[in-house]
């Protein structure tokens, strides 16, 4: 019941500012034009802030048990390698199929990991769920400007979607927060707090754009909606979590697995999709639907995995 109550106490004020959102669009105070022009400030500054901040505050010294990593490492490259060639052949248009795909390996790792972790071992004892996103969460950003460009150019050639790739906003500060990490460059607090300021809106600023612009009458998409909201919440945890269980991992570092592939998906992957070409609408819609039936599906397999003393 802790990890149902957790899931709901993430999950409603999500939910509270998608419809805050909606009210914005119904009042006129914003419609899909401004948000556009929103999304693109999220993608082209607050995103890349977010990915700078948290990758600058990691400390990776403590990267020492990696085994439960390396699993997480290879189970996204396997939903990205499916998103990639596997995806496209079954979802189309190819706008539709990058923003399918980058919904079922993009998961909303560091909004649920640390609350479903706090909730199960207590606040402190989370140390797994930051290290497994330090690296997870710079993974997200380079594999979905993969699939996006990729996307977006079709077939160019592999200088020109390289090229693309090393422009990607998001990518620059993943490599550039990691430079700064590893160099020992300590940053003054008063430039560590405008960006933590900074990276702070991306949430709140998505979901807001996503109650604006989102529209759940897309009737053709619906069955590519409800398969993609089954592979995010339930085929993949289910997977990945019996891969895990078997090879033996448990406790804490089982806890930070089934968050990287059971949370919903990430909510940063709608103002990424919009800003690169893909299909936003569809988007938006895998942020709202997977945010909401994510509170039974956590719920349950917390509840699975803690009574099996898995957890």
């Known amino acids: 019941m802790n990890s149902f109550l957790t899931a709901v106490q993430v999950v409603l004020p999500m939910t509270l500012m998608v419809g805050i959102g909606v009210l914005f669009r119904i ?9 556009k022009k929103v999304d693109n400030m999220i993608f082209k500054v607050f995103m890349p802030m977010l990915s700078f901040y948290n990758i600058y505050k990691t400390d990776f010294a403590q990267l020492k048990n990696v085994g439960y990593i390396l699993y997480g490492v290879a189970g996204l490259l396997i939903l990205f390698v499916l998103a990639m060639f596997v ?15 980058q919904a079922i390996f993009r998961s909303n ?10 909730s199960i ?18 993974m997200y950003n380079a594999l979905s400007a993969i699939l ?5 150019n079709g077939n160019a050639s592999a200088k020109k979607l390289l090229l693309a790739i090393a422009k990607n906003p998001t990518v620059i500060a993943t490599a550039a927060g990691l430079a700064v990490n590893f160099s020992g460059l300590v940053l003054p607090e008063l430039v560590l707090g405008v ?69 919903p998906t990430a909510v ?10 893909a299909d936003g609408d569809f988007a938006a819609q895998m942020v709202a639907y997977t945010t909401v039936f994510c509170l039974p599906t956590i719920f349950l397999w917390t509840m699975m995995l803690n009574g099996l003393g898995f957890m």
């Open 87 to 101: 995806v496209p052949k079954f979802v189309k248009p190819g706008p539709t199929a990058a923003a399918y795909g």
């Open 195 to 263: 960006a933590k300021d900074l990276a702070g809106l991306t949430t709140p600023l998505s979901f807001l754009s996503i109650g604006v612009t989102l529209s759940l009458g897309a009737v053709g998409k619906k069955g590519y909606l409800i398969s993609s909201t089954l592979l995010r919440l339930l085929v993949v945890p289910a997977v990945f979590v019996t891969g895990a269980a078997l090879l033996g991992f448990r406790g804490q570092e089982m806890c930070a697995l089934l968050i990287l592939f059971a949370a």
């Open 148 to 152: 996006l460009e990729k996307a977006r």
């Open 268 to 277: 940063s992957s709608y103002p990424t999709a919009v800003a690169m070409g």
């Open 121 to 138: 071992y207590g606040e402190g004892n989370i140390g797994f769920v930051t290290l497994l996103g330090a690296v997870a969460v710079p």
């Open 27 to 35: 009042f006129k105070i914003a419609d899909g034009p401004t948000m």
């Open 109 to 118: 790792y560091l909004i649920f990991g640390a609350a479903v972790a706090e």
